[in-house]
């Protein structure tokens, strides 16, 4: 799109009960996202239409919402990627309570996040509280602390979307959290039961959606959950790998009784079998 044009914009208006699909006709140029048209039609005809946003630079994650049937950020999708001469839809998350027009509730994903325990760092490594860290392993973890909580992957996956499984599965988002912590070099809290049992990561089978529609390119399913699993399984169905754990926490216990701790740099990874 190279000069100004009219585009046809068709907004969810109301809730998800009683709504309805409006179209409304707007004048775009070179440049624009969906959001700036969104606020155009606000301006011009629509001073009610109710649309939630912050950053206007993709960091934010307020903007989130299905354009053209796809989970985007309003304020990152450009209107030259999209086809101008049929209508664009513009409609809210499906996967939670609608409050008004584009606005969703995801107070769920907040409730979920606060069940998790949070980070507990192991005893430090030397006497003046420091630690003593593989780079490789700080790395690992770094992909995962871009999230902005967009919630887009929470609502493209289909056990929370079309299964509607809020109560047995926390979705990709959580699962990025967990590793987050569950991955970091120093960690030391014990949440494999929980990703197991109550946030129901036996669900996910891999179909790679939300790591489609991530706009932080995070590789959720393969960096994420696959890891995960992979944990779940060692700790809970490798009777092997649950012998050696019992074994290395009883030494662990024993260092703790007096016995100088080693190079914490030769220590393996956390979950490491
Ligand atoms: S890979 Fe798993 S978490 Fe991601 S969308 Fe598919 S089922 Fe959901
Ligand atoms: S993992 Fe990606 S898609 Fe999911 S909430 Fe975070 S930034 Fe959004
Ligand atoms: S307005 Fe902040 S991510 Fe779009």
């Given at each position: 799109?190279?000069?100004?044009?009219?585009?046809?914009?068709?907004?969810?208006?109301?809730?998800?009960?009683?709504?309805?699909?409006?179209?409304?006709?707007?004048?775009v140029?070179?440049?624009?996202?969906?959001?700036?048209?969104?606020?155009?039609?606000?301006?011009?005809?629509?001073?009610?239409?109710?649309?939630?946003?912050?950053c206007?630079?993709?960091?934010?994650?307020?903007?989130?919402?299905?354009?053209?049937?796809?989970?985007?950020?309003?304020?990152?999708?450009?209107?030259?990627?999209?086809?101008?001469?049929?209508?664009?839809?513009?409609?809210?998350?499906?996967?939670?309570?609608?409050?008004?027009?584009?606005?969703?509730d995801?107070?769920?994903?907040?409730?979920?996040?606060?069940?998790?325990?949070?980070?507990?760092?192991?005893?430090?490594?030397?006497?003046?509280?420091?630690?003593?860290?593989?780079?490789?392993?700080?790395?690992?973890?770094?992909?995962?602390?871009?999230?902005?909580?967009?919630?887009?992957?929470?609502?493209?996956?289909?056990?929370?979307?079309?299964?509607?499984?809020?109560?047995?599965f926390?979705?990709?988002?959580?699962?990025?959290?967990?590793?987050a912590?569950?991955?970091?070099?120093?960690?030391?809290?014990?949440?494999?039961?929980?990703?197991?049992?109550?946030?129901?990561?036996?669900?996910?089978?891999?179909?790679?959606?939300?790591?489609?529609?991530?706009?932080?390119?995070?590789?959720?399913?393969?960096?994420?959950?696959?890891?995960?699993?992979?944990?779940?399984?060692?700790?809970?169905?490798?009777?092997l790998?649950?012998?050696?754990?019992?074994?290395?926490?009883?030494?662990?216990?024993?260092?703790?009784?007096?016995?100088?701790?080693?190079?914490?740099?030769?220590?393996p990874?956390?979950?490491?079998?």
């Amino acid at each position: 799109m190279t000069e100004a044009r009219d585009a046809t914009f068709r907004i969810w208006r109301g809730d998800h009960a009683t709504g309805a699909f409006r179209d409304y006709r707007t004048r775009v140029t070179h440049g624009m996202v969906v959001l700036d048209a969104v606020h155009q039609v606000q301006s011009e005809s629509a001073p009610d239409l109710a649309c939630r946003w912050n950053c206007k630079a993709g960091k934010c994650g307020s903007c989130s919402a299905e354009i053209n049937g796809r989970p985007r950020l309003m304020c990152m999708t450009r209107l030259e990627t999209l086809d101008l001469d049929q209508p664009v839809t513009v409609e809210p998350l499906r996967a939670f309570p609608s409050i008004r027009d584009l606005v969703t509730d995801v107070s769920w994903n907040f409730r979920v996040k606060a069940k998790i325990p949070p980070f507990r760092p192991r005893t430090p490594d030397a006497p003046d509280g420091t630690w003593r860290i593989d780079q490789a392993d700080v790395e690992r973890v770094q992909e995962f602390r871009k999230c902005i909580e967009c919630f887009l992957c929470q609502d493209v996956c289909h056990v929370l979307r079309d299964h509607h499984k809020h109560d047995e599965f926390a979705g990709p988002r959580h699962f990025v959290y967990q590793a987050a912590l569950d991955m970091h070099p120093l960690d030391v809290e014990e949440r494999l039961r929980q990703v197991k049992d109550e946030n129901g990561i036996g669900y996910c089978n891999i179909t790679r959606c939300c790591t489609k529609v991530c706009p932080e390119h995070i590789a959720i399913t393969d960096n994420a959950i696959i890891p995960l699993k992979e944990r779940v399984v060692d700790e809970f169905y490798d009777p092997l790998t649950r012998l050696f754990r019992i074994f290395r926490a009883k030494r662990k216990s024993d260092r703790m009784d007096g016995r100088p701790e080693p190079d914490a740099s030769a220590l393996p990874p956390k979950g490491a079998p």
